[in-house]
């Protein structure tokens, strides 16, 4: 095997255990975010679900906005084409598809934010035990928990 050849394989595996290296890393910030939730007393599916739900309007807004600016910047190339490729009235044509997809894509991710905001007012979630009786007497606070008899 030639050195160029070892240099570029290095390479990659380094790179590869950057990534990989991101990639526990991430999860670990996860994971202690969530016991730090969790003892303060927190619900993290709730959480993330407020997060997610934000998150796909974010992405869906800015998918849109980058839709809306390909359309924009694309529009001037209907004029200045030959008359035989663009006889439509308003000069629309497939040149203006690398922005209309994701423009569409956008409109349904932020539709789909408002439709879910809706509809989770009227469905619970069964795993939800806030307004499970029973289940919040059984709960002990952290604190409470470790001055107790058993600590």
Request: proline share 7%; net charge positive.
């Amino acid at each position: 095997m030639s050195f160029n050849a070892i240099v570029i394989l290095i390479g990659w595996l380094i790179a590869l255990a950057i990534f990989l290296g991101f990639i526990i890393l991430l999860r670990y910030i996860q994971h202690r975010e969530r016991m730090a939730m969790i003892s303060r007393g927190l619900h993290p599916s709730e959480t993330r679900r407020r997060r997610r739900n934000r998150g796909i309007l974010r992405a869906g807004l800015i998918t849109m906005m980058v839709g809306l600016t390909l359309l924009i910047g694309l529009y001037p190339i209907g004029f200045l084409l030959p008359p035989n490729l663009a006889s439509t009235p308003i000069h629309i044509g497939p040149w203006l598809l690398p922005g209309l997809i994701p423009f569409g894509v956008g409109l349904a991710l932020t539709g789909s934010y408002y439709l879910e905001q809706n509809s989770q007012g009227d469905i619970e979630d069964p795993k939800d035990t806030r307004h499970n009786k029973k289940d919040d007497t059984n709960i002990i606070p952290l604190k409470e928990r470790r001055e107790g008899p058993h600590a």
